[in-house]
């Protein structure tokens, strides 16, 4: 805990017990930051929060379902009542679905709407009364490619971070007056243990071929790392991007603008 990009920040991270989310507070930690880990698994809220403390950095583990209203708002109270404020959210939480239009139930749409939309709202709204107090702060909302380039068999999750990217650059418009700054980050295929997780379920014996070809759709032909990601929020949280609002940075290997 030598580094001090963050110092002095108070940061919120949904879905922060694991992937990137995991890594994002581990890094933001290591630069200074206090964090606040939520997590609907509060025993992965606890590791990741445990980690920090172990490391000499400040953390907190909040069990909170960013699809429910009220546990959102009782969560970002609680957050300002320990920290005494917040100046950073970074919406992360999110699920998947995998198919098309004639695949996707209406379960499935209610399911990935609640978390991926609904979701990133309610924080949203929790947290931009504490930013407000702060005078001024930073929000990172996780999108997608699938914000921007059509994706095969992902009709539910792509609507869902279309919505996220215009979810960002309303509250970006409406909150320049408060020193609010709200920016999006798309990347390709990141390999989390949620990938793992479901080669495991959808081609046991096949994992190591499927991440290879996995990993291929990427002109870099590797899948992104949880680490690298979250280098790319310190620096949309921290006063290095005080010039950037409003935008969408793809960190996706070269998927949307280059092909091999």
Known sequence: MTSNRLTETIA?????????????????AAEGASVAVLDLNIDAAQRVAEQISTLGG????????????????????GIGSTFGGLT???????????????????????????????????????????????????IVNMGSIACTVGI?????YSMSKGAVLAMTRSVACDYLNDNIRCNCISPARVH????????AENYPGQETEMLKKLS????????GQPEEVASLAVYLASDESKFVTG?????DGGFNNLKP
């Open 247 to 251: 935008a969408n940075f793809e960190i």
């Open 88 to 138: 950073v959210l970074i919406n992360n939480a999110g699920t998947a679905h995998i198919g098309g239009l004639e695949q996707t139930t209406e379960a499935d749409m209610d399911r990935v709407y609640s978390v991926n939309v609904k979701g990133v709202y309610h924080c949203l709204q929790a947290g931009i009364e504490l930013l407000k107090q702060n005078q001024g702060g930073a």
């Open 152 to 156: 095969p068999d992902r009709f539910a």
């Open 12 to 28: 919120a991270v949904s879905g922060g017990g694991s992937g990137i989310g995991e890594a994002v507070c581990l890094r933001f």
């Open 192 to 199: 989390t243990p949620f990938v793992d997780k479901f080669l």
């Open 216 to 223: 291929a759709t990427q002109p870099v032909g590797r899948m």
């Open 58 to 77: 400040t953390a907190e583990a909040y069990a909170c379902d960013v699809s429910d209203q009220a546990d959102v708002q009782k969560t970002f109270a």
